[in-house]
């Protein structure tokens, strides 16, 4: 109930192509995904987040696609870039008094040149 | 460059062993979450403390404890250590509670090695 599914665990794409990354979770309590980027040796930092009353939510190359009935949302990095080689993690948080993460398991992105 | 600090940067210690981590939130940072990552399991929240009190417990260890000072700063302690206890761990802060959904900003972590 608390999970996040992430896939795909690794991903390799060309310079100017679309990376998409998948995550789908189970508790329909959760009402924040967010998105951290982590470069090797670094904390995560937040990429873009989006809250369920929205489908769609962009942010330059970044876009965050959320299914509500399929209980699914997935980041597309348009244009992929070398520097955009890094791990990148969806988590979710359910309505409380906390700032608790759930955190996918992380997908590593190489963008080829 | 998050604002967030954490010390010290490389921990290798022996089994049996208890040490302690150290994190400074961003200035005007009231909140302080503990994560640990490990490759098997991911980024998993420990605990979550708010302005010096707990506020949010994950699934943290009972031989894991955690505070938070008045001066905001939070140490993670971890005694008699298991070789699964090596991993990653994050400090992260927010200026809020986390109700509001601020963003939480992450230290570059500590990494334990328990040999």
């Known amino acids: 109930q608390q999970q996040v599914k992430q896939s795909p665990q690794s991903l390799i794409v060309q310079k100017g192509g679309i990376s998409i990354i998948n995550c789908a979770y189970e508790?329909?309590?959760?009402?924040?995904f967010p998105w951290y980027q982590q470069f090797p040796g670094k904390g995560p930092a937040l990429l873009i987040a989006?809250?369920?009353?929205?489908s769609e939510k962009k942010e330059g190359r970044f876009t965050i696609s959320f299914n509500k009935s399929a209980k699914q949302f997935s980041l597309h990095i348009m244009d992929s870039q070398p520097g955009d080689s890094a791990t990148y993690f969806c988590?979710?948080?359910?309505?409380?008094?906390?700032?608790?993460?759930?955190f996918g398991q992380g997908t590593t992105l190489q963008v080829k040149p | 460059d998050s604002g967030v600090t954490q010390t010290p940067k490389h921990l290798i210690t022996a089994t049996g062993q208890r040490v302690t981590l150290r994190c400074s939130p961003r200035?005007?940072?009231?909140?302080v979450y503990w994560y640990q990552q490990s490759l098997d399991q991911g980024l998993q929240f420990l605990i979550q403390?708010?302005?010096?009190?707990?506020?949010a417990k994950g699934n943290i260890l009972e031989r894991f404890s955690a505070q938070q000072f008045p001066d905001l700063h939070s140490e993670l302690n971890l005694s008699s250590l298991e070789l699964g206890d090596s991993a990653l761990y994050f400090c992260?802060?927010?200026?809020?509670?986390?109700?509001?959904?601020?963003?939480?900003?992450f230290g570059p972590g500590t990494r334990l090695l328990v040999l």
């Open positions: 992260a802060s927010s200026v809020g509670a986390g109700t509001r959904r601020e963003t939480q900003y």
């Open positions: 508790n329909t309590a959760f009402d924040y």
């Open positions: 989006i809250r369920p009353d929205v």
């Open positions: 988590a979710a948080s359910a309505p409380s008094n906390t700032g608790k993460l759930i």
């Open positions: 200035s005007g940072d009231l909140s």
């Open positions: 403390y708010y302005n010096g009190e707990e506020r």
